[in-house]
């Protein structure tokens, strides 16, 4: 695939429109037979997602928590790759591993000093690229940073807003 040929009409066409280049992406969640588990629907698949075992799930299906940390792997991921390929950089292996630490005393709200949500988030990456400098793969790891949506998301989070309808 020659990524540059793929993006190049997509460049132009956001430079000379730029509003074109805005985008909403939405996800629906929508109850299920238990108060442990929803679907989670995204326009083009459907998750199935439930409470962690650690706060009364089965252990069956993805967590909230599971999501969040696979949507930035799999952010970081593809960026990384991208960017990879944008550079010329010649990979045998790109793999993301997140871990995400946090305490379910707060969740379950048994320990109010205890924060509700993730405390720590550590993305590991793991290229393999024999022929590429240090200088390139400092480049490849600063421009994955600057390119993940997720990443760059979380490090700097945006105006949160809820409604009820």
């Known amino acids: 695939m020659d ?4 993006q190049r009409p997509l460049k132009e066409k956001y430079r000379s429109a730029p509003g074109s280049s805005r985008i909403t992406l939405e996800a629906k969640a929508s109850q299920q037979d238990t108060p442990i588990s929803c679907s989670v629907d995204i326009g083009r698949a459907i998750h ?5 075992a650690g706060v009364g799930g089965t252990g069956t299906a993805a967590c909230s928590g599971d999501l969040l940390l696979g949507a930035l792997a799999a952010c970081a991921q593809v960026t990384c790759q991208m960017v990879a390929e944008a550079m010329g950089i010649e990979t045998e ?3 993301v591993t997140v871990e995400g630490e946090l305490d379910l005393a707060g969740t379950l709200g048994i320990a109010r000093d205890v924060p509700v949500g993730f405390e720590s988030i550590s993305t590991t990456f793991d290229v393999v690229a024999p022929q590429a400098t240090e ?7 600063q421009k994955t940073e600057q390119y993940c949506v997720v990443f760059q998301t979380l490090s700097d989070p945006p105006e ?3 409604r009820w309808a």
């Open 3 to 6: 990524l540059r040929s793929v």
């Open 48 to 52: 199935q997602a439930e409470a962690h």
């Open 93 to 95: 292996r790109i793999e």
């Open 135 to 141: 200088e390139q793969l400092e480049n490849l790891r």
């Open 160 to 162: 949160l807003r809820t």
